[in-house]
């Protein structure tokens, strides 16, 4: 097998792999694509490059599940290839097989492909940099957002990030819960009030990947409350 093929082929598995742990069904195909089943029929298809193909019939009212499946794809694509090109991570007593992603202020940001999935630490160096300490790991687990979490972690290990300007996702969860209270009043609100809120709302979406499980959850927590009176989701 060609590099280029080994790497294409690795990337469909892991791409597999994330998918499922999401509760798709996955079906490989003979040419090396992968057929994406949700809701008891394949909703895409999608090539060793990421690119997603669906028939537009297929697809109505199923627009956002498409549109997390195609950033698992991109964001996927994105790892596997700089996991590809990356240099070897070499530090006492480190292992073989951990890959140098970025490195700033000492801090590092390193990828280790695994059977179950690619994992991600977030380390800083010690000992005029032979040594490395205070690992911060993320998966491979159920989690979809790894990447995403490994990159924010280094963003503030390394200091290019305040960790004040970054909000967690249950205060994600809690600022899009209270902006969509704010849109379903009657309150009235200027347009650039409400465009600024729903592209807010928007960023949000794209940054959560679970946000209607944590806005359900959270919504859940107050209806049982005593004196609860959560927002009610239709």
Same mark, same amino acid.
């Given at each position: +097998?060609?590099p %280029?093929?080994k790497?294409s082929?690795?990337?469909?598995?892991?791409? #597999?792999?994330?998918?499922r742990n999401?509760?798709f069904t !996955?079906?490989?195909?003979e040419?090396?694509d992968?057929?994406v089943e949700?809701?008891?029929?394949?909703?895409?298809?999608?090539?060793?490059?990421?690119n997603?193909?669906?028939?537009?019939?297929?697809?109505?009212?199923?627009?956002? &599940?498409?549109?997390?499946?195609?950033?698992t794809?991109r964001s996927?694509?994105e790892?596997m290839?700089l996991?590809e090109? %990356?240099?070897?991570?070499k530090?006492?007593g480190?292992?073989d097989?951990? /890959?140098?992603?970025?490195?700033?202020n000492? %801090? !590092?940001?390193?990828?280790h492909?695994?059977?179950?999935?690619? /994992?991600?630490i977030?380390w800083?160096? !010690?000992?005029?940099k032979t040594s490395?300490?205070?690992?911060?790991?993320?998966?491979?687990?159920?989690?979809p957002?790894?990447y995403?979490?490994?990159? *924010?972690?280094? %963003?503030?290990r390394?200091g290019?990030?305040? #960790? #004040?300007?970054?909000?967690? /996702?249950d205060?994600?969860t809690?600022?899009y *819960?209270s902006?969509?209270e704010t849109?379903?009043?009657?309150?009235?609100?200027?347009?650039?009030r409400?465009n600024?809120?729903?592209?807010?709302?928007?960023?949000?979406?794209d940054? !959560?990947?679970d946000?209607?499980?944590? &806005?359900?959850l959270s919504?859940q927590?107050?209806?049982?409350?005593?004196c609860g009176?959560g +927002?009610?989701?239709?």
């Amino acid at each position: +097998m060609t590099p %280029a093929a080994k790497a294409s082929t690795e990337y469909l598995e892991e791409l #597999s792999i994330l998918l499922r742990n999401q509760g798709f069904t !996955v079906y490989p195909r003979e040419s090396r694509d992968i057929d994406v089943e949700y809701d008891g029929g394949v909703l895409c298809r999608i090539n060793e490059l990421g690119n997603l193909g669906y028939f537009a019939e297929k697809i109505t009212g199923k627009e956002t &599940v498409l549109d997390r499946i195609r950033e698992t794809a991109r964001s996927t694509r994105e790892y596997m290839t700089l996991l590809e090109q %990356a240099p070897p991570l070499k530090a006492d007593g480190l292992e073989d097989g951990y /890959q140098l992603l970025a490195e700033f202020n000492g %801090a !590092v940001l390193a990828g280790h492909k695994t059977r179950y999935g690619a /994992q991600f630490i977030t380390w800083e160096w !010690v000992h005029n940099k032979t040594s490395l300490w205070q690992g911060h790991y993320y998966g491979p687990d159920r989690l979809p957002d790894s990447y995403k979490s490994a990159k *924010r972690d280094f %963003a503030v290990r390394s200091g290019l990030l305040l #960790s #004040s300007a970054l909000f967690t /996702q249950d205060q994600l969860t809690e600022i899009y *819960r209270s902006i969509h209270e704010t849109l379903d009043s009657e309150y009235p609100l200027t347009d650039e009030r409400r465009n600024l809120l729903e592209s807010a709302a928007g960023q949000i979406e794209d940054s !959560v990947p679970d946000l209607d499980d944590r &806005v359900y959850l959270s919504n859940q927590k107050e209806l049982d409350a005593p004196c609860g009176g959560g +927002m009610k989701l239709s």
